[in-house]
């Protein structure tokens, strides 16, 4: 079966960006609609970025600003971490005035002192609201550049900000970075930045230098999501069943298509070819192993939810920072799999996930999309009545998800759940 998965929220806003500083008109194929890439792409429009989407959002064609923005703007990004993170750099370097970010309470949950404090060190005035949260404000007149430290113990995504921001500011930056997370993140932005004509280089372990110049414009076709494309491969090792998404292959910029090689350690027959990837599931779902899922830790999720299904306990580490995203998500994942009458034991960055049964509960989504995707694929994999309570919370990454797993799995139904 091929699953019809949408394209990358992280390729799409990032090339949203990056497409906003260039020279000319960029056109970014299948971008991805959902909440987050909907609210990213507003942002841009309040800056005074043209953005034109045609029929069906097949493509959106972006015109650049050539990295100089002048006057005021109030931006709400909504749900939308990667905006909050991205554009603050973006108008601090491109920038001349005062532009004020805000979004929902979920967004002002999340930690941003560290994005704050960089840019400040780079000559911007930067306010915070409490416990450097936002609401954000940048003011001042471009960034220098320079040398950075920048701890990203927290999120690769501030390191990602700063460096598309690089090749607008006045002189070289050069960040050395202490405790990265998240690393394939960082090496699908600098991907992106050389399509788009940056010069970026590592000069040395744990240091990234951008030379001034801007971007110019360029066509990018946008990848499916390989983290939104684990749920179906979970839920062909779950069932027994097969699933290729065509569009995700070796090449791929996202880092998360890793996961299926940790279904391959759980026994799923994994093929990774040159312009899809397919998973099948081999009836059985193995467990007693231990995984460092540091680097794909949007999918640790994934699994979790699954791991009942095993023949032994599974253990993921590495995923302390997964805590900081849009809700506390191993605390989140784990409760709700107690809820569902399942051994769990929990530290602060690792889960162990023991087989069990799994019992109808009603799953607390937190309006986090990723929890709600990763339990529907154990409901139906259990078939185990598992309600979500906030089904509609898909939309962030995947509007269409119900539909798409039922259309692939008929027996999955979560209005009946």
């Not at 000069?203 to 684990?230: C, F, K, L, M």
């Not at 460092?292 to 979790?304: H, N, P, R, V, Y």
């Not at 939810?305 to 191993?330: M, Q, W, Y």
């Not at 994942?333 to 399942?342: D, E």
Request: glycine share 12%; aromatic share 6%; hydrophobic share 45%.
């Amino acid at each position: 079966m091929a699953a019809r998965i949408p394209g990358s929220k992280s390729l799409t806003n990032r090339a949203l960006l990056l497409a906003a500083a260039a020279s000319g008109t960029s056109v970014l194929r299948a971008p991805l609609v959902s909440d987050d890439t909907l609210a990213f792409r507003e942002a841009l429009r309040t800056l005074g970025v043209e953005v034109r989407a045609a029929p069906a959002d097949a493509y959106w064609e972006v015109t650049g600003i050539r990295g100089h923005l002048a006057g005021r703007a109030d931006l709400w990004c909504a749900d939308a971490g990667t905006a909050v993170r991205f554009l603050p750099p973006f108008v601090a370097a491109a920038g001349k005035g005062e532009f004020t970010f805000d979004g929902t309470g979920q967004l002002r949950a999340r930690p941003l002192a560290p994005l704050a404090e960089a840019l400040g060190r780079l000559g911007a005035q930067v306010r915070t609201g409490p416990g450097g949260s936002l609401p954000l404000t940048v003011r001042g007149d471009g960034l220098d550049g320079g040398p950075l430290e920048l701890d990203s113990g927290l999120s690769s995504q501030y390191l990602s900000g700063l460096l598309m921001a690089g090749p607008l500011m006045r002189r070289p930056l050069s960040v050395e970075v202490a405790r990265l997370v998240s690393r394939p993140y960082v090496d699908m932005t600098l991907a992106l930045m050389r399509t788009f004509g940056a010069r970026v280089t590592e000069p040395a372990p744990g240091r990234v230098e951008v030379t001034p110049g801007g971007y110019t414009a360029t066509h990018v076709s946008i990848e499916p999501d390989a983290s939104t494309a684990s749920y179906f491969f979970a839920a062909a090792a779950v069932t027994g069943s097969t699933v290729t998404v065509p569009g995700l292959g070796r090449d791929s910029l996202q880092g998360d298509l890793g996961f299926v090689r940790v279904l391959a350690l759980a026994g799923a027959d994994v093929r990774i070819g040159d312009k899809a990837t397919t998973v099948a599931g081999t009836g059985r779902l193995r467990g007693g192993f231990e995984v460092d899922m540091g680097e794909i830790s949007d999918t640790f999720m994934t699994l979790a939810a699954i791991a009942p299904l095993a023949d032994a306990p599974v253990t993921v580490t590495g995923i302390g920072h997964a805590r900081l995203k849009e809700s506390d998500r191993i605390g989140v994942t784990a409760a709700n799999l107690r809820a569902c009458g399942i051994r769990v034991d929990e530290g602060r960055d690792r889960i162990t996930v023991h087989p069990g049964t799994p019992l109808r509960a009603r799953i607390a989504c937190h309006r986090d999309h990723r929890i709600a995707m990763s339990f529907a694929v154990l409901g139906l994999g259990s078939s185990v009545a598992l309600p979500l309570d906030d089904p509609a919370c898909v939309g962030k990454t995947f509007p269409g998800f119900h539909t798409e797993l039922r259309r692939l799995f008929p027996a999955y139904d979560f209005e009946e759940q």
